[in-house]
C-alpha cells in the first residue's frame, strides 16, 4: 500500500506545482476583479482542471489529453479569460508522448497542429486577449512582418513549435526506454538460448560418454564370450577363468559408468588399462610407444581416453578373431598421435559411422583432428591430440 501511494507522489507534487502556480498568478493580477465573482470561479476552475491534468498525466495520458482539450473550449464558449497556468500544457504534451498509448501519442500528435490552427482562430475572433507590455508587443509584431509570413502563420508556428519541442522529447524518451527494454529481452532471450545450447552439448557429451563406455565393455564381454566357445570341455578352469574375466569387464564397465555420471576424470595410466583389458579379454593387442610422454590437459586426457576406447570397440566388433590389434601411441612436440590398427575381412560390412562421428566430434572439440580407413584389409585410425 506505501509502494502505491510512494509512486503517486511525483504526479502529485507536479499537480500541486500548478496550483501554486495558479496561485501566484491570480495575487498577481488585479484584472480578475474587472470580471466579477464568476470570472474568479472560472480562474480557480481553469487552474484546477489543468492542475489535475498534468497529475494524471502519467497514469490516465488519455484523459489528461482530453481535460486539456475540454478546459480551453469551455473558456471559449464561456469568454473566460485565459491564464499563464495553462502553460502547463506543455507538461501534458511530453506526458502524453511519454507515456501514452499508441491511441493517445496519435491523438496527442494530431493535436499539436490542431491546437496551432485552434489558437489562431480564436485569437482573430477575439476569445482570447494577449496583453503583451507594449515594447514587447511591437517587437514580435516587428519580428513577424520581417519574416513576411504574417501574423496567422507565426502565431501557428509558435504554437506548434512550443507543444512540439516537449512532445518530441517525451516520444524520444519513450523510443530510448524500449530500445532498452527491447536490449535487454534480447540479452535475456540470448543468455537462454545459450544455457540451452549448453545443456544440449552436455547431454551429447553424456551420450557420447555413455555410448563409448558401454559399447567398448559390452564389445569386450562378447570378445571373451566367444573365446569361451572354442575352449575344449577338459578345462573348466580356463572356463573359469573367461567367466571371472567377463565379470571383471561387467564390473569395469559399471564402474565407468558412475564415472562418466558423477563427471569424474580418468587419467592417463587408463590408456594403459584399456589395452590391459582387451588383452586379458582373449584378443591379441601389440602395444607400442614413441617419444617421452608428458602429461595432457583434462579435457585432452578424458578425448585421449574416450576416443582409444571407441577405436578398440571398432577393432573388436569388425575386426578379425584371429587378427591382431596394434596400437601405437607417438608423442611428437604438439601432438600425442594414437593409432590403431586391426585386419578385417575383404567382405566385412561397413559400420554405420556414428563412431568415426562421435570421435571427430570429440577430437574437433580439443583442437585435433581423426584420420580413418581401409587399406586393403586393414582398417586403420589415427588420432592426434594436441599436447602441450
Known sequence: MLDRTLRWWPDAGAAVAV?????????????????????????VLVVAGTALAVGLVRRAPGAALLLVWVIPLCQAATESPYVLTQIAVLAVAFGTARWGGPVTVRASALSIPAAAVAVVLLVEGGAVRINFPVPSYELITATVDQLGIGWRIGTAVVMAALLGVPWLAGLALRIAEQARADLARAAQEQAKAEETARIRDAQARLARDVHDVVGHSLAVILAQAESAQYLPDSEPAALKGLLAGIATSAR??????QQVLSTTRDTPDDLDKLIANLRAGGREVVSGQDGTPRPLGEEQQVTAYRVLQEMLTNAIRHGRLDGAVIVQRSWTPDHLIVEVRNAVAADAAAGS???LDGMRERLAAVGGSLEAGR???VFVAVARIPAP
Open 353 to 355: 559411422g556414428s563412431g
Open 375 to 377: 587399406r586393403d584389409e
Open 19 to 43: 496550483l501554486m502556480l495558479g496561485a501566484l498568478e491570480y495575487t498577481a493580477n488585479d484584472w480578475l476583479a474587472y470580471y466579477g465573482p464568476v470570472r474568479e470561479l472560472l480562474f
Open 252 to 257: 569395469s564397465s559399471l564402474r565407468d559408468v
